[in-house]
């Protein structure tokens, strides 16, 4: 339930000053780490994300090897520093179940059955954290695994929408999250028009669930823009380089 | 759930799959159509509350059971409310003992969300001294046969032990919080119903069982509140589902989450 905050004014401006179906500022940044096959930065209003993959490589141990297709592994972690409160660094059960959403997630987009016997591992570090710092996970890690040469049947690209009262918002931020009365993460695959995550909590009308999740889908397309400018950039365009990308006046 | 090793039920998947686009389903279901659900409340005694709930050969037991606790610091004045989920290692030959696996703890946050997002418990009758003592109500879901469907079970088993529960009334004397005799029943304001959907091929069923899941592309499951709205939602499993399924499925969610709500109130009235 909302809080005493009111996060969103008469005007329909939010705390941030963003309109309902405004989405924060994206930063992304492609092959920027030394060591790993594929990398990708995001910063995604205050969220601060890498991801890294490494693969194909040899599966250890032997006994999880799939012997028609590649493993996909995926750990979602958040540093002790990223949130107001240290974190405990062991995984926590949400970290677990994330983890598991956004491999699933990214699974269907990347053609596993191009490397049998192989295992592809891809790690995202929320080093600060924001609402919405799985589907930023996502967005971050598709681009790392294209980044490290994986076959692909899309990118994957992420958006969260939800609930201020009744009102259906994009992208919601941290404060949002916690105060508001719905988040709801989508993952598209926006050539394909396929949805490869969805959570939904909070309290939808059937009108709202149907706003909301479709809005996701359009923010996603949007942020997707984003996600290819990053990937031109990075072997088209020189040095890597940051790219970023104002969104475009409604 | 638990699919690896089904290696007869994936060969089954083709026939599965002719079958479905006929309309038919291999245990003779429609597609809509859950399977028999029976929910037996008030079978352990010493449980605040308690429900035996069997969903075709899938088994769940769910227990509450109730204390005073210390309030989280950001909701000073709100009970504490924590549905937990084991999958014991009797309920399948492909259950193992040990820390819980990535499927149970997606089994327990899942069901816990349908429970909480729908605001079923009144947290803010719960409260008894702010910031210091509240009651704290915890629910903990036995998984016991496994047949598909764990989701769904195991949320039918939570809300009818909740229904059914009854606890202590607390007075507050010289700041301290202390149980009566009298049984009071948990604040119970909403009946969140969740409904799994899996996607085979193109087809989308309610309810699988575990030869479904074996041979399922994507799960998804969606809790309904009693006025028809969606308070939670979780897709699961590799593959994915288009937008106009996604629809259809909290279309069809709300409808035959109405009926398995009318048998829910009906046994825990």
Not at chain 1, 156 to 162: E, I, Y
Not at chain 2, 106 to 122: F, H, K, N, P, Q
Request: with cysteine; proline share 5%.
């Amino acid at each position: 339930m909302a809080g005493t905050k009111k996060l969103i004014d008469e005007n329909g401006i939010r705390l941030d000053g963003r309109k309902w179906n405004e989405l924060r500022p994206i930063k992304l940044q492609v092959g920027v780490m030394k060591n790993a096959d594929g990398s990708a930065y995001i910063e995604w209003g205050k969220n601060k994300i890498m991801a890294a993959v490494y693969g194909p490589k040899e599966v250890h141990p032997k006994h999880q090897v799939l012997p028609d297709r590649a493993l996909l592994r995926c750990r979602y972690h958040m540093a002790p520093f990223s949130v107001d409160e240290r974190k405990n660094p062991a995984p926590s059960r949400r970290e677990i179940e994330i983890s598991k959403v956004i491999r699933e997630a990214l699974v269907s987009a990347v053609i596993v059955e191009d490397y049998p016997r192989t295992a592809i591992e891809v790690w995202v570090e929320v080093l600060q954290s924001d609402g919405g710092s799985r589907v930023a996970g996502i967005t971050a890690a598709s681009l790392a695994l294209a980044d490290a040469g994986i076959n692909m049947r899309d990118l994957v690209v992420g958006c969260s929408c939800g609930l201020i009262g009744e009102q259906v918002v994009s992208d919601l931020d941290d404060t949002e999250d916690k105060e508001g009365n719905g988040d709801m993460p989508v993952a598209i695959m926006p050539n394909l028009g396929l949805v490869s995550l969805l959570q939904v909590d909070g309290v939808y009308t059937r009108e709202n669930f149907q706003k909301a999740f479709e809005l996701a889908i359009e923010k996603g397309k949007q942020i997707y823009q984003m996600q290819r400018e990053a990937l031109t950039t990075r072997f088209f365009g020189g040095e890597a380089q940051s790219t970023e990308v104002e969104e475009a006046a409604e | 759930m638990m699919k690896k090793n089904h290696v007869v039920e994936s060969i089954t998947k083709e026939r599965m799959v002719q079958l479905l686009a006929s309309g038919k389903r291999l245990d003779g279901r429609a597609l809509d159509q859950p399977r028999n659900l029976n929910i037996e409340t008030g079978v352990i005694p010493k449980a605040n509350g308690s429900a035996r709930v069997t969903l075709g050969n899938t088994l769940v037991l769910a227990g509450v059971k109730i204390a005073t606790g210390i309030p989280f610091p950001d909701t000073p004045d709100k009970g504490i409310l924590m549905v937990n989920a084991e999958i014991l290692p009797m309920s399948s030959p492909y259950a193992e003992a040990g820390p819980p696996s990535e499927d149970a703890i997606e089994l327990a946050r899942v069901t816990d969300r349908g429970i909480r997002e729908s605001e079923m418990v009144d947290m803010t009758k719960l409260g008894l001294i702010p910031g210091k003592s509240v009651i704290a109500v915890f629910v903990d879901c036995n998984i016991m046969n496994v047949d598909g469907n764990l989701f769904d079970a195991t949320s039918y088993a939570v809300v009818s032990a909740l229904r059914t529960a009854k606890m202590n009334r607390y007075v507050v004397k010289d700041d301290k919080a202390v149980a009566t005799d009298e049984l009071i029943p948990v604040p119970v304001e909403r009946t969140p119903v969740s409904v799994t959907i899996a996607r085979i091929g193109d087809k989308l069923v309610v309810d699988p069982n575990s030869e479904e899941e074996a041979s399922m592309d994507m799960r998804i499951t969606i809790t309904t509140d009693d006025y028809g709205n969606i308070c939670a939602s979780q897709k699961g499993e590799a593959s994915t589902i288009s937008p106009e399924q996604v629809l259809q499925a909290a279309d069809t969610s709300i409808s035959v989450g109405k009926a398995i709500r009318a048998k829910i109130l009906e046994a825990t009235s």
